[in-house]
């Protein structure tokens, strides 16, 4: 006798799931930059960071450095002509045109609703500066060099009166200090250039005083020439109502 078996089928395996890939998460894009704040006067003025552009080649012979400024709307007729002083102190002497010379390029962006973009052009003369020792330094060891000089940039004119020597003199009403640090690699004849802007806000540094023969008070008041005991913070560059009286007849 033969005796037949069956053979049972081996079980069949539990069909295996392809791990699940982690979420892939999307690349976080860069953070919006805050919108320039809104000017507190027409006679404002600053420097538009980011807009500085420095180039030494044959294209740019008549203008190795750039930069933008906004100015109050349209106040861009009321732009004095641009300085260039001694870098630390931003003062004294006007550097000869000869070797640094800053001017606006006629060009103007009106396109914004409270202010008005210009845009500037820096002649830097190359060969002229060798013997500038205050603006032009040579580091042999490195091969490289620094340019470093102040531009000064103003909007406004106010008369200023005083009683002591009877003489009047133009004053700006608003002004800006840009310091510029360049550092140039001298191995390849100044076509590689970075650059440092530090930008001074307007500050009270004019010593102004009058003789009187008679008393005199003051307070910060509004334009109805209301005194204000408990007057509210000022932003740089915003308007200040002062009001000098006196009792006597």
């Known amino acids: 006798h ?3 078996f069956q053979l049972d089928a081996p079980p069949t395996p539990a069909p295996i799931s392809p791990p699940t890939p982690a ?3 999307p690349p976080t894009p860069p953070p ?3 919108p320039a704040p809104a000017f507190a006067t027409d006679y404002a003025i ?3 960071q980011g807009s500085t552009i420095v ?3 044959d294209d740019s012979s008549a203008g190795e450095l750039s930069f933008d400024l906004e100015v109050g709307k349209g106040k861009t007729d009321e732009t004095h002509p641009l300085e260039v002083y001694n870098y630390d102190t931003c003062s004294g002497d006007l550097y000869s045109s000869n070797i640094i010379h800053a001017t606006y390029d006629g060009t103007v962006n009106t396109t914004a609703s409270d202010f008005d ?3 500037t052009n820096v002649d830097i003369k190359t060969g002229n500066l060798t013997n500038a020792t205050s603006i032009y330094n040579v580091n042999a060891n490195t091969n ?3 340019i470093k000089f102040c531009i000064l940039a103003k909007i406004g004119t106010v008369q200023v009166y005083n009683t002591t020597t009877n003489v009047s003199s133009n004053s700006s009403i608003s002004y800006l200090k840009l310091k510029f640090h360049l550092n140039v690699n001298l191995e390849k004849d100044f076509t590689t250039t970075t650059v440092q802007v530090e930008e001074n806000a307007a500050e009270d540094d004019i010593e102004r005083s009058a003789g009187v023969a008679y008393p ?5 008041c509004d334009s109805a020439k209301e005194c204000k005991d408990n007057a509210p913070p000022k932003s740089q560059n915003s308007d200040v109502y002062i009001w000098v009286y006196t009792d006597s007849a």
């Open 2 to 4: 033969v005796r037949l």
């Open 23 to 25: 979420p892939i998460k």
């Open 32 to 34: 919006t930059p805050p």
């Open 46 to 48: 600053r420097f538009v």
């Open 55 to 57: 180039a030494f080649d």
């Open 117 to 119: 973009r210009l845009s």
């Open 144 to 146: 490289t060099a620094t």
């Open 216 to 220: 005199v008070s003051a307070c910060q």
